[in-house]
T-cell receptor, first 114, second 112 residues
Framework: NAGVMQNPRHLVRRRGQEARLRCSPMKGHSHVYWYRQLPEEGLKFMVYLQKENIIDESGMPKERFSAEFPKEGPSILRIQQVVRGDSAAYFC????????????FGDGTRLSIL | SQQGEEDPQALSIQEGENATMNCSYKTSINNLQWYRQNSGRGLVHLILIRSNEREKHSGRLRVTLDTSKKSSSLLITASRAADTASYFCATDAAGSQGNLIFGKGTKLSVKP
């Protein structure tokens, strides 16, 4: 009974490269949330997706960041032309119904930009 | 704008003592949740309290919610070294799609 799976756990990129972060939600969950956490900070909401649809992307930077959750396969958070300020831990969470429900988190991807 | 704010930022206690963490928020909410995060790991959901509830218990955890003061507290009784972690409150604002707004957390250290 796997929980939320994120990979890779650690990702190192040079400035200007692309970073792709993957998230497989818990079995039976169709709602996925992405959050970003800076050191010693709480999590900041980025985007909420439900199979093939972006429900709320109010926390996503307007440029370079995109997210998808295709019908088949994991959700992907893509960061193009990465900059040093993108260094953070990125967490994915899933829930069965969305709305007012507890969210189940993965262990995150720690992105480091050289 | 950041919703939840926890205090204290850090708390150090001895095993067996109780730990109390507080959280304040700014806008109307549907519910308030508490999560725990061990170093280098994801968040684990502890307890959810709805806006029409005032107190909730789960094992050694007790959560209170005061919507008039827009505040909540998490009490961990008879703490153990394994309770060492960061604790975050999270709210979903009334009318939101369910995305959570987290505070900066309280870092709890329980010494054996």
């Amino acid at each position: 009974n796997a929980g939320v799976m994120q990979n890779p756990r650690h990702l190192v990129r040079r400035r200007g490269q692309e970073a792709r972060l993957r998230c497989s939600p818990m079995k039976g969950h169709s709602h996925v949330y992405w959050y970003r956490q800076l050191p010693e900070e709480g999590l900041k909401f980025m985007v909420y997706l439900q199979k093939e649809n972006i429900i709320d992307e109010s926390g996503m930077p307007k440029e370079r960041f995109s997210a998808e959750f295709p019908k088949e396969g994991p959700s992907i958070l893509r960061i193009q032309q990465v900059v040093r300020g993108d260094s953070a831990a990125y967490f994915c969470a899933s829930s069965s119904t969305g709305g007012t429900q507890p969210q189940h988190f993965g262990d995150g991807t720690r992105l480091s930009i050289l | 704008s950041q919703q939840g704010e926890e205090d204290p930022q850090a708390l150090s206690i001895q095993e067996g003592e109780n730990a109390t963490m507080n959280c304040s928020y700014k806008t109307s909410i549907n519910n308030l949740q508490w999560y725990r995060q061990n170093s280098g790991r994801g968040l684990v959901h502890l307890i959810l309290i709805r806006s029409n509830e005032r107190e909730k218990h789960s094992g050694r955890l007790r959560v209170t919610l005061d919507t008039s003061k827009k505040s909540s507290s998490l009490l961990i009784t008879a703490s153990r070294a394994a309770d060492t972690a960061s604790y975050f409150c999270a709210t979903d604002a009334a009318g939101s799609q369910g995305n959570l707004i987290f505070g900066k957390g309280t870092k709890l250290s329980v010494k054996p």
